[in-house]
């Protein structure tokens, strides 16, 4: 456990450096912006780096490695997702498994550190939300190349706020060659159109569990991807939900002003709309925590933003509040996990 506690310790340091830089009225404000963008560029590679060196460290890891080292056909060469296969294959040539773990990490962390500096309104607590909740960085350790397509879809948003839907569908399609489920963030451009009442949103959102029932019981006595649905103990799908409910609940109390922040009310709605698909498929953990992740995900720039709202003195309080709250998350879910305890790197082989 140890790794995870110097990660996390780094990069509050540098959170706490920055805002230092902050309070040093000796600096000019250029000077300052440049500071702080240095610093959160050295905590983005340190997460990369923990990501990228890692060993046998994650459910899926050692399927992905023993398709690199011993030339196996699984589901990650057979699925047609070619930039899989593409990275694999490099990998497989050079006969250096590592490097395509190292270049998902890079891929995902530069593109959710893209999307944090551009609408993030405090991207240091954007990072921290980011590596801490348990569905988002640590679960990249697993559903490797899905993080991946995820991360990119993520930075095709900017092209849904702009409503361009040529150049977002072509990052789908891109983000579908790392991993098939990402076709599915073809919904979300949806979200810059929705005008939904905050009662009927309510009322929709209550109903879910029923929808979710009806639908479940479809998938299973009528199609062949009845084993997406089985019902699942995964901790981090479980108790997860709670945290995202209670984002959407005070996010809803929050939804006028959000409403008057164009970018800011279609990230609660593509938020809302992950929430939605975790809700009808909260049992059926595989199906619904992976699915919701499209929308999910930006939690990482609703909740800073919405903290935006408070007065200073409630917004710093609240801050720390949500810190200290998303580091036990992160260090609840690292002692809960058995697959991320011990933390091997690529040098302990040597």
């Known amino acids: 456990m140890f790794p995870y506690i110097i990660l996390i310790a780094l990069v509050l340091i540098l959170y706490v450096l920055s805002q ?5 009225n000796n600096q000019s404000p250029t000077r300052e912006k440049c500071t702080n963008k240095h610093l959160l560029t050295i905590g983005y590679i340190f997460v ?4 990228a060196i ?5 459910w899926d890891y050692m399927q992905y490695y023993n398709t690199i080292v011993y030339g196996l056909n699984t589901n990650m060469m057979s699925n047609n997702e070619y930039l899989t296969i ?7 040539n050079l006969n250096f498994p590592f490097l395509y773990f190292a270049l998902n990490s890079a891929i995902s962390v530069y593109f959710i550190a893209k999307v944090i500096n551009r609408y993030s309104k405090n991207p240091w607590l954007s990072l921290l939300i980011y590596i801490c909740f348990p569905l988002f960085y640590l679960n990249s350790f697993s559903v490797i190349r899905m993080f991946t ?4 879809t993520t930075y095709a948003f900017r092209y849904v706020l702009e409503k ?4 977002y569908s072509l990052c789908i399609i891109l983000a579908s060659m790392f991993h098939a489920s990402a076709l599915f963030s073809l919904v979300l451009y949806l979200s810059s159109y929705i005008r939904v009442k905050t009662s009927t949103l309510t009322i929709i959102v209550m109903a879910l569990p029923l929808i979710s029932n009806i639908i479940n019981s479809i998938v299973i006595n009528y199609t062949r991807y009845g084993v997406y649905t089985n019902q699942t103990r995964v901790q981090e799908g479980t108790r997860a939900i709670v945290v995202i409910l209670v984002i959407f609940i005070i996010s809803m109390l929050l939804r006028k002003r959000i409403s008057k922040d164009y970018n800011l009310n279609i990230i609660f709605n593509s938020y809302t709309i992950g929430l939605m698909i975790y809700l ?11 699915l919701s992740l499209y929308g999910t995900i930006f939690m990482i720039i609703l909740v800073p933003n919405m903290l935006a709202y408070f007065h200073i003195k409630s917004r710093i309080i609240l801050t720390y509040g949500l810190v200290c709250a998303y580091i036990f998350m992160y260090l609840w ?3 809960n996990g058995a697959t991320y305890i011990p933390y091997n790197t690529v040098f302990d082989l040597v």
Do not use: C, E, P, W
């Open 20 to 24: 230092g830089s902050v309070l040093n």
């Open 48 to 51: 990369t780096i923990f990501s």
């Open 54 to 58: 890692r060993y046998d460290v994650g």
């Open 86 to 92: 593409f990275l694999i294959n490099i990998s497989r």
């Open 149 to 152: 397509a995820l991360a990119i």
């Open 164 to 167: 361009k839907l040529f150049k």
């Open 280 to 290: 009808m498929f909260l049992r059926q953990g595989t199906m619904g925590h992976r």
């Open 333 to 335: 879910t690292i002692m």
